[in-house]
């Protein structure tokens, strides 16, 4: 048993996966107690059941489609932030005068929180999708051209310096050294700015929005609805862990070569 | 300029002509390299050895073009080095594979910045692949590599390109001991072959009079040429000459001169730090 307890060492995968399993069995079960024992009043917290039930009558009617809008509108900004802030991010972390331009104005902006932008983001770009849209990307963009920026400095200068003994020019040294070594923490970066898009989705919905999971959650709520709003926000942790485990397979499939096992 | 005039007619490999480094650091203005002359022979295996911090791979990084002087210039076969190339091929201490790309990838790097064809790619890696004894491994990621296969590989890739003057940067340190004698007779066995311009730079007097035709012995701050030490053991040699009378000897006359040294930097050094 002792040998389990060792600070920083591995365990067996099969405990591995019986103790994550055993974390939601037991929270479950706290849940129900905290019903049935604990005698929590049902608009605070509904039982597990009731929840289920919830979630099998919402699929049957519109869940679908609100996690259907919501993921939309994640998937568009997340990829108009990638698709801008990950070549900008690529340049600032392996050009200079690029960094000393951007940088100090992106880290300016990243300081204002994205909800702080929802007001004038109505004014803009009144309540349509491109509003909800708009906030996922303030959202994430600033934070995520900055961490491309590190993971591009970070590439080792001997791999640089090694492909210029070896014959290459700035702009080879740039694709076939800097790009392939800073994909991997892209790729990272990215996975963790998919997960504050969900974030920033849900704060557009329940300020703006006539659809989604956010709307679906405020809604609930305004209909003191309990089951409902579990529902909503249950549905969100399961589409991140989806989201987070694709990027996951996904990086093991396109990188594997790195040293790090996920 | 009759500096840049006279190793034009030397016709010597590698003359580095009064090469001097400096660079402030926290306002203190320290001199790295102070007056570095010398000169290479086409073919010549040359050491330079000295203490950690004494600037010896700065002057590495100068002849390669990675780094700028300060002062004073270095000719390569007369013409004057203004950045880096492939003819001068380089092998560092750290492990500068690249890891997204296989073995035999990583060694045709740089034929494949030249544009060769693949068949032609293909025979020059198989060559060195041979070589270095690591032929299985062809299609093996770095990852997968013990920390001198990866040195191996690193060696295959510079010696690949065909450089004029291949230079190592302490290429053994980061081995462990066993691993590094190995290490050390294949690096012989290569050169044996290839006959390349080794400039070797290593802050251990055993591999300095192993592998060098000459020895440069630097001192440390500001890193100066102490002693030019020529290696006269026969060659082709083998772990047996270590165990010899005139290496032993050898060994102990640069000793005695690399300790004035030591002792000289550790006594500059903060209280505590040595």
């Not at chain 1, 909800?115 to 959202?139: C, H, Y």
């Not at chain 1, 961490?147 to 400095?153: C, E, F, G």
């Not at chain 2, 293909?122 to 013990?146: E, T």
């Not at chain 2, 007097?205 to 030490?229: C, H, N, Q, S, W």
Request: charged share 20%.
């Amino acid at each position: 048993m002792g040998k389990y307890f060792k600070l920083n060492t591995p365990i067996p995968g099969k405990l591995y996966f019986s103790l994550s399993v055993a974390a939601f069995v037991l929270l479950l079960l706290a849940w129900q107690l905290g019903v049935t024992v604990g005698h929590l009043p049902p608009t605070h917290l509904p039982p597990p059941g009731a929840v289920a039930r919830a979630a099998v009558e919402l699929a049957g009617n519109g869940l679908i489609n609100d996690i259907g809008i919501s993921f939309f509108r994640v998937t568009t900004g997340f990829l108009l932030a990638a698709a801008i802030g990950v070549p900008l991010g690529i340049l600032m972390g392996s050009l200079k005068v690029a960094e000393a331009f951007f940088e100090p104005l992106l880290a300016f902006f990243r300081y204002m929180p994205a909800s702080a932008f929802i007001p004038l983001t109505i004014i803009w770009l009144s309540i349509f999708e491109t509003q909800k849209i708009g906030v996922v990307f303030i959202g994430i963009f600033f934070q995520l051209v900055l961490m491309v920026m590190d993971v591009t400095h970070n590439v080792p200068q001997d791999l640089i310096d090694t492909a210029y003994t070896l014959g290459a020019r700035p702009l080879e040294v740039f694709r076939r050294v800097i790009l392939p070594a800073a994909l991997p923490g892209i790729m990272d970066t990215l996975r963790v700015a998919l997960g504050w898009a969900w974030t920033y989705v849900i704060v557009a919905e329940l300020v703006a929005a006539s659809s989604g999971l956010g709307f679906l959650i405020m809604n609930a709520g305004r209909q003191l609805s309990t089951p409902d709003m579990f529902v909503g926000i249950l549905t969100i942790g399961v589409l991140g862990i989806i989201c987070d485990m694709s990027f996951k397979l996904l990086y093991r499939w396109l990188f594997p070569w790195t040293e790090r096992e996920v | 300029m009759a500096l840049a005039a006279a190793p034009r007619a030397s016709g010597k490999k590698l003359v580095v002509v009064n090469l001097t480094r400096e660079f402030t650091l926290k306002r203190e203005r320290i001199t790295a390299l102070d007056g570095i002359s010398l000169e290479v022979r086409e073919g010549e295996f040359v050491t330079i050895l000295g203490p950690s911090g004494c600037g010896k791979s700065t002057l590495l990084r100068i002849i390669a073009g990675l780094a700028e002087a300060s002062s004073g210039q270095v000719y390569k076969d007369g013409r004057l080095i203004q950045g880096p190339g492939p003819d001068r091929g380089m092998v560092f201490q750290s492990y500068t594979l690249f890891p997204w790309l296989t073995v035999r990838k990583n060694i045709e790097f740089g034929l494949t910045l030249k544009g060769m064809d693949a068949a032609q790619r293909r025979q020059i890696v198989d060559h060195y692949l041979d070589i270095i004894g690591l032929a299985a491994f062809a299609d093996a990621f770095p990852k997968n590599l013990s920390g001198g296969m990866k040195q191996r590989v690193a060696i295959a890739r510079a010696l690949a390109n065909d450089p004029d003057i291949l230079l190592m940067d302490e290429p053994f340190g980061a081995l462990d001991a066993q691993t590094r004698l190995v290490m050390q007779e294949l690096l012989l066995k290569v050169w044996e072959e290839t006959r390349k311009t080794i400039l070797f730079v290593t802050h251990d007097v055993e591999e300095a009079v192993f592998l060098g035709d000459t020895v440069y012995v630097m001192t440390a701050r500001p890193g100066r040429l102490k002693a030019r030490i020529p290696v006269p053991l026969a060659r082709p040699r083998s772990f047996e000459v270590k165990n010899s009378r005139p290496f032993l000897e050898l060994k102990s006359r640069i000793l005695e001169q690399i300790r004035e040294e030591s002792l000289k930097a550790a006594a500059m050094m903060p209280a505590g730090g040595g």
